[in-house]
């Protein structure tokens, strides 16, 4: 997998659990981005596919995807929304 830096081009790796946090679960990475982790790929390798949200591993990150799943968190509506249309847009458009 790859992400386009303008000029750059970095390899993300999809087997790398120490420095990334990889997901497909959509509304786990809309809570992750409106927590202010770093999104660094969108991986869809094939139109129908599901695509896997990678992030960069950071502090705090393993307890607040706990927390989603026991429903122990709170967002705010509107940024979620924006969150995943945004992120909606970047899978479909891509």
């Not at 959509?26 to 949200?53: C, H, M, Q, W």
């Not at 990150?61 to 799943?69: A, C, K, N, P």
């Not at 969150?83 to 909606?88: F, M, P, Q, S, Y």
């Amino acid at each position: 997998m790859c992400m386009s830096n303008h000029k750059d081009t970095t390899y993300i790796p999809l087997d790398d659990y120490i420095n990334f946090y990889y997901t497909s679960d959509i509304a786990v990475a809309t809570t992750l981005v409106v927590r202010g982790y770093e999104l660094v790929s969108i991986d869809k390798p094939k139109p129908n596919a599901r695509a896997t949200f990678v992030f960069k591993r950071d502090l705090g990150m393993d307890e607040l995807v706990d927390g989603f799943w026991a429903d122990r968190i709170e967002v705010k509506p509107l940024q979620f929304m924006t969150a995943l249309k945004t992120l909606k847009s970047r899978v479909y458009n891509a």
